[in-house]
């Protein structure tokens, strides 16, 4: 028979077993009860944001711990960890982060839901739930599925693409330039901020590889 005991603090939750240990922290602490309205931050004012609230960081958690408790209480476990990046999965959830010295980025789905972690400063982050409406990104006119079919790929595109699906062992490097808008500065409240959370675009990308 195993027996379980659990300890509650504000950190997180620790669970202990005979026979092995399981180990979860809350790596945010939600500012629930903030007199500052959301809105005075730059990154709550998004067009896709559900609800934004403030939020207090342990980035030491990313950094070293083996598994993450998110807000709503779902645990993690490390997937991969590199010198400014950490991966956590669970069967139903991801979570990617990325930082540069105190500046963090990061982006969690759990079935279905998307959250957004942001910078908003110094010491200061945003925890951003997405919507997931996206019912006008899905609509289209069969008059513009029909301009919007793919052409046929050439012969030499088409023997490209095999020897792609062939060769899995050639390392490729793709360079890559990034514009953005003024109005996609303007949602954060510095440069190291947005230049943190570009990363973490990279960072997502390169999970498909």
């Known amino acids: 028979k195993t027996y379980f005991v659990m300890a509650s603090h504000l950190l997180g939750l620790i669970f202990f077993s005979f026979g092995g240990v399981v180990f979860g922290q809350a790596f945010l602490t939600l500012h629930t009860n903030s007199t ?7 990154g709550c004012s998004q067009a896709d944001t559900e609800y934004c609230e403030r939020a207090d960081l342990d980035l030491d958690i ?3 711990n083996d598994s993450i408790k998110l807000p709503d209480g779902t645990f993690l476990q490390l997937r991969q960890r590199e010198e400014n990046s950490a991966v956590f ?15 963090v980025a990061g982006s969690v789905h759990v079935g279905g839901q998307s959250w957004i972690l942001q910078g908003c400063g110094e010491d ?8 997931s409406n996206w019912t006008e990104e899905t609509s289209i006119s069969s008059y513009n599925a029909r301009i919007l079919d793919p052409l046929e790929p ?9 020897r792609g699906e062939a060769d899995s062992s050639t ?6 330039m990034i514009w953005y808008t003024p109005q996609f500065r303007s949602t954060f409240s510095s440069d190291s901020d947005m230049m943190v959370f570009i990363d973490l675009i990279f960072t997502e990308t390169n999970q498909g590889y």
């Open 62 to 64: 990313l950094k070293k």
């Open 36 to 42: 500052r309205t959301a809105k005075a931050y730059p």
């Open 154 to 162: 050439s012969s030499a595109m088409t023997e490209l693409m095999a």
């Open 124 to 131: 200061c982050f945003l925890w951003i739930k997405q919507t």
């Open 89 to 103: 999965q669970s069967e139903e959830a991801e979570a990617v982060f990325t930082w540069q010295g105190d500046n």
């Open 171 to 176: 390392m490729v490097t793709y360079s890559v």
